[in-house]
């Protein structure tokens, strides 16, 4: 995407520059995103360290430099985690005893001769053919979405009637470093790599983007309606937090 030119801001000796569409604060760049239906200011590090400002569309440019310029502690906080955390992901190599996630449990791999198909999962083993290794990635990848949309399916069916959301659709994709998504036209998304997770997590974010269907920001009524079916969504959002690197690598 083409960026429109940036415009120099004065604030607190900062270097600080503004667009529609980025916003520079003491060398950080965050990506803009405005929205009428947004009520608050929110700053999000996501996995890459790639930082975003989500604001209100009335927002004047010097309130979203002054709320960052508030927060410059903490975003640098968060980008020093996500760099160590990424670190520690292995990028996988499809060799025999390798082990793959799935619903939160590893299971090892091993390359087999004879198989109708690319991949199975029998016998707490995924057997991948040998003669597929080099498409190793896309075909897990295909494995993983196919059973994240049956099993986010069920969820979902199961989840909005008791929280009383309008659902139209469940898609399955690559959501880039975002778990979920709730659309305006009542289409929830899924990261397949959700369904690497341990179920109780993928339920949370499952409760977290339903709950957008209610609250598009995260309002307090936001995170009242989580907890209303998830009591306990704070360890949750916590592990998925410190423990969501271990589904990269893939």
């Not at 503004?18 to 200011?41: A, M, N, Q, Y």
């Not at 996995?47 to 502690?73: C, M, N, Y």
């Not at 659309?183 to 790599?193: A, E, I, P, Q, T």
Request: net charge positive; proline share 3%.
């Amino acid at each position: 995407m083409r960026h429109l030119p940036l415009s120099p801001i004065r604030t607190g000796g900062k270097q600080t520059r503004t667009s529609d569409h980025r916003l520079e604060v003491d060398g950080l760049s965050f990506e803009v995103h405005r929205s009428d239906r947004r009520k608050t200011l929110q700053i999000t590090v996501e996995r890459t360290g790639a930082l975003s400002i989500i604001a209100p569309s009335q927002a004047a440019d010097q309130q979203l430099v002054e709320f960052v310029e508030e927060k410059l502690l903490w975003v640098h906080t968060k980008i020093e985690e996500k760099a160590r955390l990424q670190q520690r992901a292995p990028i996988k190599e499809f060799v025999d005893g390798e082990g793959f996630l799935y619903l939160g449990k590893s299971y090892r791999l091993r390359l087999v001769e004879n198989q109708l198909v690319d991949l199975s999962l029998r016998n707490g083993r995924f057997c991948l053919r040998k003669a597929s290794v080099h498409r190793g990635r896309e075909i897990l990848v295909s494995w993983y979405t196919r059973r994240a949309q049956d099993w986010f399916e069920r969820q979902v069916t199961e989840q909005a009637n008791r929280m009383g959301v309008s659902v139209k659709e469940v898609n399955v994709q690559d959501l880039g470093y975002r778990w979920g998504s709730f659309g305006s036209c009542g289409r929830v998304s899924f990261h397949w790599k959700a369904i690497l997770l341990p179920p109780r997590i993928a339920q949370y974010v499952v409760i977290h983007e339903l709950a957008h269907g209610l609250f598009p920001d995260h309002s307090v009524n936001f995170w009242i309606k989580v907890e209303q079916h998830l009591p306990d969504w704070r360890w949750r959002k916590s592990w998925l937090a410190e423990n969501g690197i271990q589904v990269e690598g893939l």
